[in-house]
Nanobody, 118 residues
């Protein structure tokens, strides 16, 4: 079993910042990458940022920065200059293997809600 637990969401005023965290735990053999997606009310889930676990490549969506702590199997999303349109449920995604013979599979967290409003 693999669990992804997000935290750090909440209510923030426009222009503010939030830092989301996602910790992966359970039967993890190796992580290939982790990412953040978000889904606003009435819209489809969209990609926000991703980071490779072996170092090097990552992608950033403008005001957002993704980072990782390999030792803690945790990925972070620093969100600055937040806007009302950033309001959404933010989901953590991990591509990982649970054993040496397993293929990489996608896992998702339950999501953390971010509301940007004055």
């Amino acid at each position: 079993q693999v669990q992804l637990v997000e935290s750090g969401g909440g209510l923030v005023q426009p222009g503010g910042s939030l830092r989301l965290s996602c910790a992966a735990s359970g039967s993890i053999f190796s992580i290939s990458s982790m990412a953040w997606f978000r889904q606003a009310p009435g819209k489809e889930r969209e990609f926000v940022a991703a980071i490779s676990w072996s170092g090097g490549s990552d992608s950033v969506k403008g005001r957002f920065t993704i980072s990782r702590d390999n030792a803690k199997n945790t990925v972070y999303l620093q969100m600055n200059s937040l806007k009302p349109e950033d309001t959404a449920v933010y989901y953590c995604n991990a591509v990982l293997r649970t054993s040496s013979t397993d293929a990489n599979r996608n896992y998702w967290g339950q999501g953390t809600r971010v509301t940007v409003s004055s």
